[in-house]
């Protein structure tokens, strides 16, 4: 058990409305790790990652319960900045978000905002950004075309591009590779296991093959409940505790 | 089928009837001298219409730039800020605004802003300031509900992705939102420049309507629109050529505003 948790979910509740997503939820999550939360859907997971940046406030009725520690603050808290919190936690959708400029606009749009404007500086974010998510060598050549003109993939990779420039402490990605082909998929997953070296990683894979691939540790959810969570090995590899976590992984529902 | 070609009809009837009307004088006055003659003297055969053209630009630029910051701003708070029962009292409020008659507001124009300009202001209140604020809060319902749409269509990714990388709310508009909806938004004042530019009945009221070169906003000006409408009771003969010329001119500009919207909203 890790005794300084770079995250650490406390009897965590999420309503929509009067509608619970997500019940009692006790989790933590240490630093540079790949934490894997998997489960069927309408299991709470993506609202779950949503509420560690608090990106799930935007949708009306929204309502939290419980604690959520960053570093052993809540992010919950009144005096916790959002704008802040968001930049500490980056998230990568589902669906590749580019904006739409160019490929160094995207990348440069963050660090620009706080306030970095010397160009050299911006060139070496984009740069270094850029090869951490495996996409330098594909755009070197072509940094100002649109960003929309990648392909879903590439798309994807700018995407954590993106959020890398800003030096987050935890990235979620929420179904990163839930559009892309097979390569795509191998390149992003290479890209995160180096990543973990400097950030804690939190994803919601698309299929329990990847959360078995790639994660450290992972937690199986069900209906809002967290049913397991174990070390990769515990989970994928021996039996698991509870049957239902084992119905799920050999695909007898789900 | 009839029905529909019948509309088409009677676009292709105006056009016609229009140029055939008002050609002639057009090509016996000469297009240079009809455009940018400065004198309007129907009786002395004289037709110069470039001082309604800069009082028609004038008073359209004008509207614009009354009604196209509020009308924007508006947009922005109802797609992106209001909770959604003040968005269904605001939505149904604001389309009720382009109902009403303008008359009306030319009218409440003549009753409350042009005396407020003449008291406060100087000059005759009669003016291009007093027609610009009308027009401006005429064209509000077209440039908020084109702009709101333009921005509620918007990929829900583009504001969450922008939150995502740590930007305000206020960020997320400026930088990301408004620019991907710009179309939808270009489109929109578009719109709205060509309404304001046709707008006739509240402009006669309140634009003071004398043929000359403005000096100020506070001048009164005559527009093309109105320059049609005040006369065309009384014309015969050139003079009633030289205002379906007019009306051509017009037909011309706003034509050309019209594709241009579509254009721009087509391109996205």
Known sequence: MDRNPKISIRDFNFFFDKKQVIFDLNLDISKNEIFAVFGPAGSGI???????NRLVEMTSDAKAQGEILLDGKSIYSENMNVTDLRRKVGMVFDVPTPLPISIFENIVYGPRLSGIRNKSELNDIAEKALREAALWDDVK??????????????????CIARVLALKPEVVLLDRPCSGLDPISTAKIEES???????????????????????????????????????????????????SRTNDYITGRFG | MALALSSISALALITIFI?????????????????????????QGEFGIFPMIVGSAAVTVGAVLVGVPIGICCAIFLSEFAPVSVRNFFRPAIQLLAGIPSVVYGFWGLLFIVPFIREHLGGPGLSILAASIILGIMILPTIISISEVSLLSLPRQYKEGALALGMTQWQAIRYVQ??????????????????????????????????????SILDPVRTLTTNIGIEMGYAAGEHRQALFATGIVLFIVIMILNATAQYITRRK
């Open chain 1, 46 to 52: 993506t609202t779950l990652l949503r509420a560690l």
């Open chain 1, 141 to 158: 050549d072509r940094l100002n075309i649109a960003a929309m003109s990648l392909s879903g993939g590439q798309q994807q990779r700018l």
């Open chain 1, 192 to 242: 995160l296991i180096q990543l973990k070296k400097q950030f804690t990683i939190i994803i919601a894979p698309h299929n329990i093959q990847q959360a078995a691939r790639i994660s450290d540790r992972a937690a199986f959810m069900l209906l809002g409940h967290l049913i397991e969570e174990g070390t990769n090995e515990d989970i994928f590899v021996k039996a698991n505790k509870d």
């Open chain 2, 19 to 43: 140029i055939i009307q008002g050609a002639p004088i057009i090509t016996e006055v000469g297009m240079f001298n009809f455009i940018f003659g400065m004198t309007w003297a129907p009786s």
């Open chain 2, 178 to 215: 408004l620019p991907a909806a710009k179309s939808g938004i270009v489109a929109a004042i578009v719109l709205g420049l060509g309404r304001a530019m046709g707008e006739t009945m509240a402009v006669i009221m309140i634009v003071g309507n004398s043929v000359a070169l403005p000096q």
